[in-house]
């Protein structure tokens, strides 16, 4: 299974601001997460893929076939769980799961099955029977995720799912959708890069609507082998870091002193200073800023 991005524009204001420009990608069966900003465009590029946007140029194809020919053939291989929203307040859990799961043509039977099983997967048993305007905002991320599961999708495309979900509920569901992943494209946007650094098959980056890096997580960590610096300072000596505007990536107080995580292409000429090794966060700050 393919599916082929290929020269994917989308512009806004009669064309004078693109969200994205010319992203190209072929995807197979895995976990790709996909890293950037707010406004980097991840959320347009989703939407363009689910078919809630048109692009306005390029092409996106499955095993070959353009999704536009594909139409409903396309949706019924498709999950989508969007950025947290309103959803239908006065329903229960069961219900909303009920009621999308007739939305995807699901049958009686088949439903059921769907939705005893993701209630357990997404831990929300004790709950399915309460109306949403009672969840927290956790239990509404897992809600979405489970509705984005109910015609075990192919393809599944997933906005920042552990958005809101405290530590033991993020790794619960980081777990599970590597577990999933195998038969599945899984596109997983988040600004949580531990959501992806240990997950992901490859690393997708975008900023003002590019894809700025591509690869996995070692391939990329490669770019900066040698430029993540661990600084320490006395707190005077802090300040010229601030002032001449270093990447800096974490900040601890330690005996007196202040120790500093920096990101540079130049080795840090103030206080004491050893080469570390880098993380995604440090790419994801160096790529970025």
């Known amino acids: 299974m393919e599916l082929k991005l290929d020269g994917i524009r989308k512009s806004y204001n009669r064309g004078k601001t693109y969200a994205v420009e010319d992203f190209s990608v072929d995807l197979t069966p895995g976990i790709y997460g996909l890293l950037g900003p707010n406004g980097a465009g991840k959320s347009t590029l989703m939407n363009i893929i689910t078919q809630n946007l048109n692009a306005d140029e390029g092409t996106i194809s499955l095993d070959g076939v353009e999704i536009t020919k594909l139409g409903a053939e396309y949706r019924?291989?498709?999950?989508?769980?969007?950025?947290?929203?309103?959803?239908?307040?006065?329903?229960?859990?069961?219900?909303?799961?009920?009621?999308?799961?007739?939305?995807?043509?699901?049958?009686?039977?088949?439903?059921?099955?769907?939705?005893?099983?993701?209630?357990?997967?997404?831990?929300?048993?004790?709950?399915?029977?309460?109306?949403?305007?009672?969840?927290?905002?956790?239990?509404k991320q897992r809600i979405l995720i489970a509705q984005a599961l109910l015609n075990d999708p192919k393809i599944l495309i997933m906005d920042e799912p552990t958005a809101g979900l405290d530590p033991k509920e993020r790794i619960r569901i980081r777990n599970f959708i590597s577990d999933i992943s195998k038969d599945k494209i899984v596109?997983?946007?988040?600004?949580?890069?531990?959501?992806?650094?240990?997950?992901?098959?490859?690393?997708l980056v975008m900023n003002g609507g590019?894809?700025?890096?591509?690869?996995?997580?070692?391939?990329?960590?490669?770019?900066?082998?040698?430029?993540?610096?661990?600084?320490?300072?006395?707190?005077?000596?802090?300040?010229?870091?601030?002032?001449?505007?270093?990447?800096?990536?974490?900040v601890a107080q330690t005996l007196g002193k202040v120790s500093l995580r920096i990101v540079s292409d130049t080795i840090p000429d103030v206080g004491q200073v050893r080469n570390v090794s880098p993380n995604l966060e440090d790419l994801y700050l160096y790529l970025v800023g």
Do not use: C
Not at 95 to 114: P, V
């Open 210 to 250: 590019y894809a700025i890096a591509r690869g996995t997580t070692q391939e990329l960590l490669g770019k900066i082998e040698d430029k993540v610096f661990e600084v320490l300072v006395t707190p005077e000596e802090q300040g010229y870091y601030d002032k001449e505007e270093y990447k800096i990536s974490n």
């Open 76 to 139: 019924k291989v498709l999950g989508y769980m969007p950025q947290q929203q309103g959803i239908y307040d006065d329903f229960t859990g069961e219900m909303f799961l009920w009621y999308m799961a007739a939305l995807k043509g699901l049958g009686k039977k088949e439903a059921k099955q769907k939705i005893d099983e993701l209630f357990e997967v997404v831990n929300l048993q004790e709950a399915r029977h309460k109306k949403m305007k009672t969840y927290s905002g956790g239990m």
């Open 187 to 203: 596109l997983l946007a988040t600004h949580v890069v531990s959501d992806v650094e240990f997950i992901a098959k490859e690393i």
